[in-house]
């Protein structure tokens, strides 16, 4: 996400941190600089100047210029402005006071409305809310079905009428299912055009006039760039919509739409999708993603996607195991990793973590398939062998590898580094929960060569 705008940014702010001291040209050449950056990242114009605007005026501060570190400075002061461009602060879905809850989504063809439906109803179940989805794109092929099988992976009721054309009936419809069954929110899957017309705005109007949603969102393609800002003043000057949804997000997206669609709307982004999958929906939090362009690392974000990913239940049996001098074994392990897969690409982690910047992750070779053929050879032992890994000789190795289809070397280079991270749990006992020294800890199997993520 930003890996570009990213990268570019922190090319520039280097140039003031490593000074010690900064005169007001050498200010005003950088923030040149920074105004290039982010205008190639597609950034309207209009809040490219407002930014660059007040980020001057703080820079050139008496208080910048004889600070004991100005550079650092500069780049505070960037933080802040990016910030306040992406919206200050984080603002929730509003709940209606009288369920249920109604949301209208709302976009072009091909933004990611039906997907982020199915998304947020995931995430409105997880808060233990009563959610139904409701079918109005009556237009677009198969749109019904998609929208029945998301509801199905979810595991929440979907109202469709297939076949029937009167969107603002069903709506009316589904409505009165949805108080009658008490359900706390209600999300209405609409229709979308290829680009913005009279009849889609018209058929969107009467929808609102008839439902009174508590949130209409706009779904804009971060992809788009700029457009999806053109796109996004369009949506809200027809209907006035309570926030956005910027999806994909995790692809090639330069930023600015992100940097843009708040300044020129004043509609808060509430939420960013970042994968196909159904968990693939973040909160925005304006301040953690400034944090996150310039490189600083965003720890809040790491602990909340491991309190989600991870199974607390088992987490406190593993610790309680390692910590009362239970045996660490394979099994432990192989649960252990899967939970590690759910947060996601171990790249996109390692970018949450403060200090880590783009270029020490180009030198990290980072292979999607080797935690694949680890579980290959774990699950290809026995059960007692998993318990038991001293028991593998040369015949049971060769018996793993056939199963596995793995080399009997990279079963060996897996004991051997397993062996260390039982040594590991032992040293944990013994400090009684205190991490140990970051040089005294072994390789993890998770690269090639015994090194990790080789």
Same mark, same amino acid.
């Given at each position: 996400m930003f890996d570009q705008l990213s990268d570019k940014l922190d090319g520039v702010l280097s140039g003031f941190r490593s000074r010690g001291v900064l005169t007001e040209p050498m200010i005003r #050449? %950088?923030?040149?600089?920074? !105004? !290039?950056? =982010?205008? +190639? @990242?597609?950034? /309207?114009?209009?809040? &490219?100047r407002d930014f660059m605007k007040r980020v001057e005026e703080k820079a050139l501060g008496e208080r910048v210029l004889k600070a004991v570190s100005p550079g650092q400075q500069i780049v505070k002061i960037v933080h802040e402005e990016l910030t306040s461009m992406l919206g200050e602060k984080k603002v929730a879905l509003e709940q209606s006071p009288l369920p249920p809850t109604v949301i209208m989504m709302v976009g072009l063809q091909g933004s990611g409305k039906t997907t982020t439906a199915g998304k947020i109803a995931r995430k409105m179940k997880r808060e233990m809310r009563q959610t139904r989805l409701v079918a109005c794109d009556v237009y677009r092929p198969a749109a019904v *079905?998609? =929208?029945?099988?998301?509801g199905e992976q979810v595991g929440i009721p979907?109202?469709?009428?297939?076949?029937? &054309?009167?969107v603002v009936g069903i709506a009316k419809r589904a409505l009165e299912v949805a108080r009658r069954e008490r359900d706390r929110v209600v999300i209405f899957d609409t229709a979308g055009r290829l680009q913005i017309d009279e009849a889609l705005m018209d058929e969107l109007k009467q929808? !609102? @006039?008839? =439902? /009174? $949603? &508590?949130?209409? =969102?706009f779904v804009a393609d971060g992809m788009t760039g700029q457009e999806a800002v053109t796109i996004a003043q369009g949506f809200n000057d027809a209907l006035d919509v309570t926030g956005v949804v910027l999806t994909k997000m995790d692809g090639d997206a330069r930023g600015g739409a992100a940097l843009s669609i708040y300044g020129v709307t004043g509609k808060p982004i509430k939420f960013l999708g970042v994968g196909e999958?159904? #968990?693939?929906?973040? #909160?925005f939090h304006p301040e953690r993603l400034a944090g996150r362009i310039l490189q600083q690392g *965003?720890?809040?974000?790491?602990? +909340?996607? @491991?309190? +989600?990913?991870?199974d607390k239940e088992q987490s406190q049996k593993l610790e309680r195991k390692i910590m009362g001098g239970g045996r660490f074994d394979l099994e432990d392990f192989l649960t252990a990793m899967r939970q590690l897969q759910n947060l996601g690409p171990l790249e996109n982690l390692l970018k949450l973590i403060p200090g880590v910047n783009?270029?020490?992750l180009k030198n990290i070779k980072v292979d999607p398939n080797r935690m694949k053929h680890i579980e290959a050879i774990i699950l290809s032992m026995t059960a007692e062998e998993r318990k038991k890994p001293e028991l593998l000789n040369g015949s049971r190795r060769a018996r793993i590898a056939r199963g596995s289809g793995r080399p009997v070397a990279e079963i060996n280079r897996l004991t051997a580094q397993f062996k260390d991270m039982q040594k590991l749990m032992k040293q944990m006992k013994g400090l009684q929960g205190m991490m140990p020294k970051m040089g005294s800890m072994p390789k993890l $199997?998770?690269?090639? %060569?015994?090194? $990790?993520?080789r």
């Amino acid at each position: 996400m930003f890996d570009q705008l990213s990268d570019k940014l922190d090319g520039v702010l280097s140039g003031f941190r490593s000074r010690g001291v900064l005169t007001e040209p050498m200010i005003r #050449d %950088g923030l040149r600089e920074v !105004r !290039r950056v =982010l205008l +190639e @990242a597609d950034v /309207n114009y209009q809040v &490219t100047r407002d930014f660059m605007k007040r980020v001057e005026e703080k820079a050139l501060g008496e208080r910048v210029l004889k600070a004991v570190s100005p550079g650092q400075q500069i780049v505070k002061i960037v933080h802040e402005e990016l910030t306040s461009m992406l919206g200050e602060k984080k603002v929730a879905l509003e709940q209606s006071p009288l369920p249920p809850t109604v949301i209208m989504m709302v976009g072009l063809q091909g933004s990611g409305k039906t997907t982020t439906a199915g998304k947020i109803a995931r995430k409105m179940k997880r808060e233990m809310r009563q959610t139904r989805l409701v079918a109005c794109d009556v237009y677009r092929p198969a749109a019904v *079905d998609q =929208l029945q099988t998301l509801g199905e992976q979810v595991g929440i009721p979907v109202y469709a009428e297939p076949g029937v &054309t009167d969107v603002v009936g069903i709506a009316k419809r589904a409505l009165e299912v949805a108080r009658r069954e008490r359900d706390r929110v209600v999300i209405f899957d609409t229709a979308g055009r290829l680009q913005i017309d009279e009849a889609l705005m018209d058929e969107l109007k009467q929808l !609102r @006039a008839a =439902l /009174n $949603p &508590t949130e209409i =969102l706009f779904v804009a393609d971060g992809m788009t760039g700029q457009e999806a800002v053109t796109i996004a003043q369009g949506f809200n000057d027809a209907l006035d919509v309570t926030g956005v949804v910027l999806t994909k997000m995790d692809g090639d997206a330069r930023g600015g739409a992100a940097l843009s669609i708040y300044g020129v709307t004043g509609k808060p982004i509430k939420f960013l999708g970042v994968g196909e999958k159904l #968990d693939g929906l973040e #909160d925005f939090h304006p301040e953690r993603l400034a944090g996150r362009i310039l490189q600083q690392g *965003d720890v809040i974000g790491l602990v +909340e996607k @491991a309190q +989600e990913a991870f199974d607390k239940e088992q987490s406190q049996k593993l610790e309680r195991k390692i910590m009362g001098g239970g045996r660490f074994d394979l099994e432990d392990f192989l649960t252990a990793m899967r939970q590690l897969q759910n947060l996601g690409p171990l790249e996109n982690l390692l970018k949450l973590i403060p200090g880590v910047n783009s270029k020490m992750l180009k030198n990290i070779k980072v292979d999607p398939n080797r935690m694949k053929h680890i579980e290959a050879i774990i699950l290809s032992m026995t059960a007692e062998e998993r318990k038991k890994p001293e028991l593998l000789n040369g015949s049971r190795r060769a018996r793993i590898a056939r199963g596995s289809g793995r080399p009997v070397a990279e079963i060996n280079r897996l004991t051997a580094q397993f062996k260390d991270m039982q040594k590991l749990m032992k040293q944990m006992k013994g400090l009684q929960g205190m991490m140990p020294k970051m040089g005294s800890m072994p390789k993890l $199997p998770f690269g090639g %060569g015994g090194a $990790p993520f080789r």
